[in-house]
């Protein structure tokens, strides 16, 4: 039973660059939310992604953009990087229910902005 | 809004030494769950426990157990007989419904640093 697996593992941008990441969900889920952890702290939620549609949104601004394809997987579009961008970046997958689904959480991508 | 604090930054404990690592959450939510999840050095956050807020058991899982205090707003972890391999930052956090569908959100706390010495 596959987990939730994302690529890149790492990456290294440079400012102003953009970044696509991108997410296949645990078998059985459907529905993918996306984290950010910067260094020493804890993740924060960025957006939700359920029907292809997104649920919501964290604080975060517009240059994250994201997308869900019919399959389940997800992509996470960062434009414009900054410096502050560089994080590890966590991808989740859930079942949509009722009553709260826990989270399963892929190993993450590494992103560097230099 | 709601909030998670682990006041531990580190810790660092000898094997086979017990060891609690504390959290303590903020909500207005009547129900809502809470969760641990634990993160090797490999970056992935594995799941340890959820707990729905109407249920004040505590639960022990082999060396793991857990102390949910609602009057206090704590849900404490307590690791027996600490190994090497417990080495990893310990997350806890708080689900928040989200207002358009779709599974809950989590909210989590800075975490803390678990280092188990031989």
């Not at chain 1, 961008?85 to 689904?101: E, K, Q, R, V």
């Not at chain 2, 505590?58 to 206090?72: A, D, P, V």
């Not at chain 2, 307590?78 to 569908?101: H, K, M, N, R, W």
């Amino acid at each position: 039973d596959a987990g939730v697996t994302q690529s890149p593992t790492h990456l290294i941008k440079t400012r102003g660059q953009q970044v696509t990441l991108r997410c296949s969900p645990k078998s059985g889920h459907d529905t993918v939310s996306w984290y950010q952890q910067a260094l020493g702290q804890g993740p924060q939620f960025i957006f939700q992604y359920y029907e292809e549609e997104e649920r919501q949104r964290g604080n975060f601004p517009d240059r994250f953009s994201g997308h869900q394809f019919p399959n389940y997987s997800s992509e996470l579009n960062v434009n414009a990087l900054l410096l502050g961008d560089s994080a590890l970046y966590l991808c989740a997958s859930s079942l949509i229910h009722g009553a709260s689904s826990p989270l399963h959480f892929g190993n993450g991508t590494r992103l560097t902005v230099t | 809004a709601q909030k998670v604090t682990q006041a531990q930054t580190e810790i660092s404990v000898v094997e086979k030494e017990d060891v609690t690592l504390d959290c303590v959450y903020e909500t207005r939510d009547t129900t809502y769950y809470l969760f641990w999840y634990k993160q090797p050095p490999s970056g992935e956050l594995v799941f340890l426990i959820r707990r729905n807020s109407f249920d004040e058991q505590n639960e022990i899982s082999g060396r793991y157990s857990w102390n949910f205090q609602k009057s206090t707003s704590s849900f404490n972890f307590t690791i027996t007989a600490s190994q090497v391999v417990d080495s990893a930052v310990y997350f806890c956090a708080l689900s928040e419904p989200l207002t358009q569908g779709g599974s809950e959100k989590l909210v989590f706390g800075k975490g803390t640093k678990l280092t188990v010495n031989p």
